[in-house]
């Protein structure tokens, strides 16, 4: 089984092109959507329950707003909870259509090959971004430099949402943290739940990918200021207390 794990927040003009783009994937596993919504207060919830009504899939929601990491944690757990093979494979992506889901077949090959950890990266060598301000990437490239000396981090890309996960990685990860295997609310999930991956020996690889922001209906939810924020506690809280 392929789990796609999609985080969901006032998504309703992405999500008929999501949907389009998913239902587009061919791939030789049974497909099974989770999609954890973060407190909406559009349309999402109801255009998922249309536009995935004939697949296999899960709503997630308590109409809070707590963050993508407490999102991408309790879809997480439900997917452990549900997961009955050692052969199962979580996808996680971005809600905002961003993404080269092309990349999907290619990184189930390669968890087949042995990885637990496959990271879609702009950094890596054929990577890069497509109508992104020169600031945001800016941002992104001084952030993650930083946060990889720190950490002495040899991968290149820390946030993405755009990965694939062993199943027995994520069980690796439960019998460590137990239900605490995210538990940053903000952006900074990505960077907790790969610095966690790694200290369980993870096997981890990148594969280039370019950016597609203009696929992206409405602006980013990501705030600049307010990550910042959140990575400089990160920072502190995992590296100096």
């Given at each position: ?32 959507f989770v999609f954890s919504d973060d407190g909406s207060k559009d349309n999402s919830i109801a ?17 809070i707003n707590y963050g993508p990491g407490h999102a991408f944690n309790i879809g997480i757990q ?92 994520l069980k690796r990860l439960e019998s460590k943290y137990s239900e605490h295997i995210i538990e ?58």
């Amino acid at each position: 089984m392929i789990y796609i794990l999609i985080p969901i927040y006032n998504e309703e003009d992405n999500i008929e092109n999501l949907a389009n783009n998913l239902h587009n994937l061919n791939l030789a596993q049974e497909i099974y959507f989770v999609f954890s919504d973060d407190g909406s207060k559009d349309n999402s919830i109801a255009l998922l329950n249309k536009y995935f009504k004939n697949d296999k899939f899960h709503v997630i929601s308590d109409g809070i707003n707590y963050g993508p990491g407490h999102a991408f944690n309790i879809g997480i757990q439900l997917i452990l909870k549900h997961s009955t093979s050692a052969n199962d494979i979580v996808i996680t992506l971005e809600s905002d259509n961003t993404g080269d889901y092309s990349l999907i077949p290619i990184m189930v090959a390669n968890n087949n090959l042995g990885y637990d950890l496959i990271l879609a990266s702009v950094y890596a060598q054929g990577g890069g971004f497509q109508k992104t301000s020169f600031f945001r990437k800016l941002i992104s490239f001084l952030a993650n430099m930083f946060f990889r000396a720190v950490f002495d981090i040899k991968v290149l890309t820390l946030s993405s949402f755009y990965r694939c996960y062993d199943i027995n990685l994520l069980k690796r990860l439960e019998s460590k943290y137990s239900e605490h295997i995210i538990e940053e609310t903000g952006f900074i999930c990505m960077l907790e739940i790969l610095l966690k991956a790694i200290k369980v020996d993870a096997k981890v690889l990148e594969l280039p990918m370019q950016l597609k922001s203009d696929n992206r209906n409405g602006k980013s939810k990501m705030k600049i200021f307010k990550t910042s924020m959140l990575y400089l506690k990160f920072l502190f809280k995992y590296k100096f207390s």
